[in-house]
């Protein structure tokens, strides 16, 4: 079992419409947790941190579900900018290292 | 501020030859790290510098591949001898601190073709 888990896509949706992607972690040890956004041929780069108590940004939202080892991330109103692939991140190394474990990332396209 | 800095952009080798790849951090960024994509995959970490000294190397295949950071600054990443499944993105990153709360700036990375 990888220790980030997530669903490839791709996701093909409507500009406009409602997308939601889940992630899972088996490391029931990890402290922080992030979601990166990758373009084509391009860097990953920080879209959010992920906080316990969920957190907001614009259309975008992510919750953390410590109980069920779950991250989940939704984006409103999608945009064709939003085509991308996202990265679910876990810190496997705790509040005080950084031992960053990606996902294999899931593949958004919004289609006009 | 100026972007962590990585070159060259492509290389294109054949197996059994060597190469190497350069990054420059952000500066003041003490925490520096070399990440491996392969294509469909995310990222997978290689190697964890902090200021100079080495803080995870445990995904590192030390028969072949090799990294430094002299002076805590710049770090190169060299691979000898190459196998055809080296072929990936090699991605420079680094971050302010260690801590588990603080983002990676990612360089654009190095696209190696293994032949």
């Known amino acids: 079992r990888k220790e980030v888990e997530q669903d490839p896509g791709p996701f093909n949706v409507p500009e406009g419409a409602t997308v939601a992607f889940n992630c899972t972690y088996s490391n029931s040890a990890s402290q922080s947790f992030f979601w990166y956004r990758q373009d084509c041929r391009k860097e990953p780069k920080l879209l959010m941190s992920v906080y316990s108590s969920g957190n907001e940004d614009g259309r975008f939202t992510a919750q953390l579900n410590r109980a069920s080892q779950y991250i989940s991330l939704l984006i409103r109103d999608s945009k064709l900018s939003d085509s991308a692939t996202y990265l679910c991140v876990v810190n496997r190394g705790g509040g005080a290292t950084n031992k960053l474990i990606f996902g294999t990332g899931t593949l958004l396209a919004v289609q006009p | ?115």
Do not use: M
């Open chain 2, 1 to 115: 501020e100026a972007g962590v800095a990585q070159s060259p952009r492509y290389k294109i080798i054949e197996k059994r030859q060597s190469v190497a790849f350069w990054c420059n951090p952000i500066s003041g960024h003490a925490t520096l790290y070399w990440y491996q994509q392969i294509l469909g995959q995310g990222p997978k970490l290689l190697i964890q510098f902090q200021n100079n000294g080495v803080v995870d190397d445990s995904q590192l295949p030390k028969d072949r591949f090799s990294a430094e950071r002299l002076k805590g600054v710049d770090s190169t990443l060299k691979i000898q001898p190459a196998k055809l499944e080296d072929s990936a993105v090699y991605l420079c990153a680094s971050s302010f601190e260690r801590t588990g709360f603080t983002p990676l700036h990612f360089g654009n990375g190095t696209r190696l073709t293994v032949t």
